[in-house]
């Protein structure tokens, strides 16, 4: 049992990032992240003994971490809050400019205004995955993928112009 908890702990270091991405995403509250972040690392731990390597772990990661998110909200029926983001959650790299970790912000609110589908969908966008990837992920086909994935872009856009974000 050991070996195995310490695979998927160095499993889940090497790939936290996807964690704090969609905590983050589906979140706007920093105490809300951190308690979706521990869930998704709770509900990983319990299905890792189904991960049978048929895809890169990152994958089964995404999958997984997208689920839990679209479920945790549905089991206590929580409301999403529409405040400001928590600017001491570092999900930024320090190197990059205040300029762009103002874009970054504006998106993450922008974003809070999708329903939970249409953030899984430009999360997956957002991390470079393909339709297929995409499709895969959300357990839908290739053309609904890509559908959905351009409806929710023109949606995304008309957020941030009608909230004048600037980009």
Same mark, same amino acid.
């Given at each position: 049992m050991k070996e195995t908890e310490t695979i998927f702990l160095s499993l889940i270091n090497q790939h936290k990032a996807i964690i704090h991405k969609v905590s983050k995403i589906? #979140?706007?509250d920093a105490e809300q992240q951190r308690d979706l972040f521990q869930e998704i #690392?709770?509900?990983?731990?319990k299905a890792y003994p189904t991960f049978k390597g048929n895809s890169k772990f990152s994958t089964w990661m995404y999958r997984v971490a997208l689920n839990t998110a679209l479920v945790y909200f549905k089991k206590d029926n929580r409301k999403l809050d529409k405040t400001r983001l928590d600017e001491t959650i570092d999900v930024i790299d320090d190197n990059e400019s205040a300029l762009k970790e103002e874009k970054l912000d504006c998106l993450y609110k922008a974003v809070q205004e999708l329903n939970t589908v249409e953030k899984a969908l430009i999360f997956l966008f957002l991390e470079n995955q393909s339709h297929r990837e995409i499709a895969e992920n959300l357990g839908i086909s290739e053309v609904n993928a890509r559908v959905k994935l351009n409806r929710t872009k023109e949606k995304l856009q008309f957020i941030i112009k009608k909230n004048g974000y600037e980009f």
């Open positions: 589906y #979140v706007d #690392v709770m509900q990983l731990w």
